[in-house]
Nanobody, 114 residues
Framework: QVPLVESGGGLVQPGGSLRLSCTASGITFPIYNMGWYRQAPEKQREMVATISIARITNYTDSVKGRFFISRDNVAKTLYLEMNSLKPEDTAVYYC????????WGQGTQVTVSS
């Protein structure tokens, strides 16, 4: 299987910042649309941010202006910079790669709590 490996999750206080990373292997990274999704307890998985092959970005309304998605095609890495974190951002965050096929990482836990 083609792995997507997330890192950077952890416990952070409200108002803090965190940067998530997702490193891909086994795919031609530049031709995949990439995204971050999250799932909170008892909630459905939701899209947080996506970045296309052309680096067009989309964000769910609740994170606009706070989160920033980017990609490094040489390093084959996807990033999510998370600022002004709120308790409602607490979730497992998943990395996604999509073309005609689709891959998911195992997720990384982000907990925002004082």
């Amino acid at each position: 299987q083609v792995p997507l490996v997330e890192s950077g999750g952890g416990l952070v206080q409200p108002g803090g910042s965190l940067r998530l990373s997702c490193t891909a292997s086994g795919i031609t990274f530049p031709i995949y649309n990439m995204g971050w999704y999250r799932q909170a307890p008892e909630k459905q998985r939701e899209m947080v941010a996506t970045i296309s092959i052309a680096r067009i970005t989309n964000y769910t309304d609740s994170v606009k202006g706070r989160f920033f998605i980017s990609r490094d095609n040489v390093a084959k890495t996807l990033y999510l910079e998370m600022n002004s974190l709120k308790p409602e951002d607490t979730a497992v965050y998943y990395c996604n790669a999509r073309r005609t096929d689709e891959f998911w990482g195992q997720g990384t836990q982000v907990t925002v709590s004082s």
